[in-house]
């Protein structure tokens, strides 16, 4: 795949770069080894200055990077113009927090005569594998802690985001980070593996698809390195008779066609209690028919442009499919003709599991129902899934609250909202959706040595 700006809602090829050459990689990870070495000593509070100079320069930036985005990748100009405020929102909450976070823990009860306590210390340069839907978050929710706990990061973005990619590294430069603190690496997946194997190179964090995290973790594991991995979900959205049927309709439009469509915690799989199924189904399927699809530039635009020709053709494949073998199209389900990559917000009904869209993720604008008969058929779908990421369940009774956090298999689960991430929210899921935890406590500890000390 070449690096490269293609517009998704023209076709266009706006910008093309030059993959970096294995000299320049070279000095690119000497360049982190060194920074490494005095960035490790700075101070909480040297950090948090600049991690807040970085998130001003985020809100000053505003407008043309979003535009920028929108361009990348197509998600819509409101979205993106938050994605922004997010990130400048998740730094200042690392610069305020990090230092609490990683304060040393005593732990009483032991042997020693004196003390004995946990203190958390940077591990060393991390290699960041990141993803084109949320090109400035996914990036920040890694770099954010990174920063704080005096690691140093090496970027390595999907290829069709390459602006923003040299962004983020632009900003770290123009907040006054030490050079080499963060470095994006303009390479193709071809480069990945060297770069993990380098001595000095001590972890690594993807988001991707399974292919991806599965080879990374291979590789690292055989390296004997830290991996944190968020591989996708197929996140279920049950509604029980107790829920608020307008609240959910207009709350699971927006979780499932979320920028685009395209997002690991996007809403994909409806599992509705029968009584209120006829009901929620028809008003959710007329709510999507009347979204406007169009240029992701344009304010009034609720679904943009999918991101690259292969994953709308992906996507049409997928409903083509479950149309051949018997489910219900309720609305879209056809290729919008024209220039870009558009497919219209759709929705289908009676899916078996003959079906592709029963077992894959579908990454795009399209949402599944199933109609269950009670609780412990609603968990057992939502459980009949390779992935466990996010999960949401809709319900005023309390006792199925608990059941349904109990239950469902999932690193997380929201009741009576969508799934979402939060900087002082542990993000990640279990089973095919990978391991290891992003933001909040847990997650600035995933690449932090954990070290055990006995003063005697």
Not at 91 to 108: G, I, K, Q, T, Y
Not at 217 to 240: C, N, Q
Not at 393 to 420: H, K, P
Request: glycine letters at 8%; aromatic letters at 8%.
């Amino acid at each position: 795949m070449p690096i490269a700006t293609i517009n998704p809602a023209t076709g266009e090829t706006v910008k093309t770069f030059e993959p970096y050459d294995d000299a320049e990689i070279e000095r690119r990870l000497a360049l982190a080894d060194e920074a490494f070495s005095r960035y490790r000593t700075t101070s909480f509070a040297e950090r948090s200055e600049l991690v807040n100079k970085v998130a001003d320069l985020l809100d000053a930036d505003l407008e043309d990077l979003a535009r920028t985005m929108v361009v990348e990748m197509g998600k819509p100009i409101e979205q993106a113009k938050a994605e922004v405020k997010k990130c400048a929102g998740g730094l200042r909450w690392f610069a305020e927090h990090a230092e609490s976070l990683l304060r040393d823990e005593d732990v009483p009860g032991t042997a020693a005569k004196r003390r004995s306590f946990v203190t958390y210390q940077p591990l060393g340069p991390v290699l960041a594998v990141m993803p084109w839907n949320f090109p400035l978050w996914q990036v920040f929710r890694f770099a954010a802690p990174t920063f704080m706990l005096g690691n140093v990061g090496l970027l390595k973005h999907a290829s069709n985001v390459p602006q923003t990619a040299l962004y983020l590294e632009d900003v770290c430069r123009r907040a006054g980070m030490p050079e080499g603190v963060f470095q994006t690496l303009l390479i193709g997946s071809d480069k990945v593996e060297r770069i993990l194997r380098d001595k000095r190179v001590k972890a690594a964090t993807l988001t991707g698809s399974e292919g991806a995290g599965r080879s990374v973790a291979s590789i690292a594991g055989r390296e004997i390195k830290k991996t944190v991995l968020e591989l996708g979900g197929s996140d279920p959205f049950i509604v029980m008779p107790s829920a608020d049927l307008a609240r959910a309709v207009e709350v699971g439009v927006k979780a499932r066609v979320q920028n685009n469509g395209q997002s690991c915690i996007a809403a994909k799989r409806f599992i509705v209690h029968e009584q209120i199924a006829d009901e929620y189904i028809e008003r959710f399927a007329d709510a999507m028919a009347r979204l406007t699809v169009g240029d992701p530039l344009d304010p009034a635009t609720d679904v943009g442009p999918l991101a690259t020709p292969s994953g709308r053709d992906e996507i049409a494949e997928q409903v083509e499919d479950a149309v051949s073998k018997g489910a219900k199209l309720l609305c879209g389900g056809e290729r919008i003709d024209g220039p870009g990559w558009f497919y219209p917000p759709t929705v289908l009904s009676e899916l078996t599991e003959d079906m592709r869209v029963y077992r894959e993720e579908v990454f795009g604008p399209v949402a599944l129902f199933f109609r269950v008969g009670d609780i412990e058929e609603a968990i057992a779908i939502a459980n009949d899934s390779d992935f466990g990421l996010g999960s949401n369940a809709w319900t005023e009774d309390e006792a199925e609250q608990l059941r349904f956090i109990e239950g469902i298999e999932s690193g997380m689960v929201f009741i009576n909202w969508m799934t979402t991430s939060y900087y002082d929210l542990p993000f990640g899921g279990v089973k095919n959706s990978g391991y290891g935890r992003e933001l909040a406590a847990p997650g600035i500890r995933e690449f932090a040595v954990t070290k055990t000390v006995w003063v005697d």
